[in-house]
């Protein structure tokens, strides 16, 4: 199936060979994938706007056969291949530069698409010096980037000036969302005890991470500590200040710890919610209901480029109204910013799909049960 | 001219992230006059060797085309008792950059004829 927008896949499947040999497939996550394609095929000594143009390359290459289902229409079971004539350059187990994977990280979510089209940019490549083609030229770019051209321009050298790039595209599969801005001490709220959850458990198997205690949703110093010791471990910027960078090292270990024991809970009591369709929600309409269902505008804002993104206050003002009205443009509905059932059902059917799991509900959505020293502008 | 690459190697078990202490990480190089040995370290508890500095060519060999290779290339073994051997050959070390190279190991098979494995990756050149 071809989603109808393009997201960031959580792993990607690698063949290690040309696609009719016989070769192993290798299962890894986007992000560990882009980084080590980028770490074979440039070197990590390159000024940093012709990385990033490499990069962004690699990614939309890779994005542009996962969203065209390039391999999996023609019943290959994986995504890629290793084989550089025909795709890039993977070496499963290789050592990556930490240039590369600090760029990588940033821009996480990025792609190059052509302006009023929405599949990833087949970005090809190649070294412009043994061989050429009509793609972008790798030490080309780097001559360029000498020259003080941002990885922007780079790219349209090569690629057109009709290509735009795209970022924080939605990543499917993944557990909880980048908060946006740095977390550091002083920090509070729903993403700061996110972060504790998380580095406690990763710190179940990791125990130089000390542990935080009590998870309050306030970035104090044991927070701080528990996060530079995992910093420390994976050669992060020891700054004890959650960027994107150390987030999603967070978010990748939080998902490989997990997968460990799937039969012992986090500890974290669950508040069930009651996702019936209500009455009529409209114009004036407060509670929990209308939190939910900006919840699900929010989520589906990510996906549909026409639903506005709103905040989550469980007030039905203008603005939900706005995103309501968009949403039943986008289903065909009538477009009258009144959810009843019918309007409430489309909407719940597609967030399901997107989360898939009820586990991405839930440290998504910001209600959760209170307790002793919540603080928080939810509450 | 020569610069200094580092080397940080991150031994773990499993893809859920196991840490691996105290894992022997042997660092070797190939050269015209036999094996020369760099380091021999003992992984902390976090599973890591940090920063073992190793000698690279010059910068400028890596930012135009046509010369020589402009990276040093070192073998890591890391042994570990009740695990596979893990070699990863030919790990790449640029100058004044930091390369990360993270090994799984397999725990060993309890069947005695197919002890003494060896996991081998093998880091093929960059051919730019």
Known sequence: MVSIVPYIPKTITVHLGLPDSYAANVEVTFN???????????????????????????????????YTEFYRSRGYNFDITSAT????????GRNLFDTITELADSLYGSYI??????EPLAAKFCNGTSVTCAGLSQWGSQELARQGLSSTQILKRYYGNNIEIVSNAPVRGY????????????????KVLQSQIILNRIGRNYPAIPPIFPEDGIFGRQTEAAVLALQRIFNLTPDGIIGRATWNQMEQLYVA??????????????????????????????????RQLQYMLQVLS????????????????????????????????????????????????????ILGTAEASFLQYPGRPLRLNDRDNNI | MTGTGYLTVRI?????????????????????GGVKLLAVRITDRSGVVPNIAIVTPALSESLSPGGPIPYAVVDVTV?????????????????GIQSQQDITLVPQSRTPEVFNMTDVVDITSQDL
């Open chain 2, 79 to 95: 042994d570990r008792p009740g695990y596979d051997r893990a070699l990863v050959e030919n790990v790449q070390l640029f100058p």
């Open chain 1, 113 to 118: 698409r052509r302006v009023g089209f929405i």
């Open chain 2, 12 to 32: 773990s078990t499993s893809d859920a992230e196991l840490p691996i202490q105290d894992a022997t990480v042997t660092v070797t190089q190939d050269t015209p």
């Open chain 1, 257 to 290: 710890v997990n997968r460990l024991n799937e039969l012992e809970s986090l500890g974290q009591t669950y508040i069930s919610f009651d996702w019936s369709p209500p009455d009529s929600l409209q114009t004036g309409s407060r509670g929990q209901q209308v």
């Open chain 1, 85 to 92: 004539e025909i795709d890039q350059k993977f070496i499963y």
């Open chain 1, 32 to 66: 560990d994938y882009v980084k080590n394609v980028a770490s074979s095929e440039v070197y990590p000594t390159w000024d940093e706007s012709a990385l990033r143009a490499n990069i962004l390359a690699i990614t939309s290459f890779a994005l542009n056969r996962f």
């Open chain 1, 302 to 353: 990510d996906y549909l480029p026409t639903v506005p993104r709103i905040g989550i206050d469980g007030i039905f003002g203008p603005k939900t109204q706005a995103a309501v009205i968009a949403y039943q443009r986008f289903a065909g509905l009538t477009p009258d910013g009144v959810v009843g059932p019918t309007t409430w059902n489309s909407m719940r059917n597609r967030v399901a799909g």
């Open chain 1, 175 to 190: 557990t909880p969302s980048y908060p946006g801005t740095p977390l550091r001490v002083g920090s509070r709220g729903a």
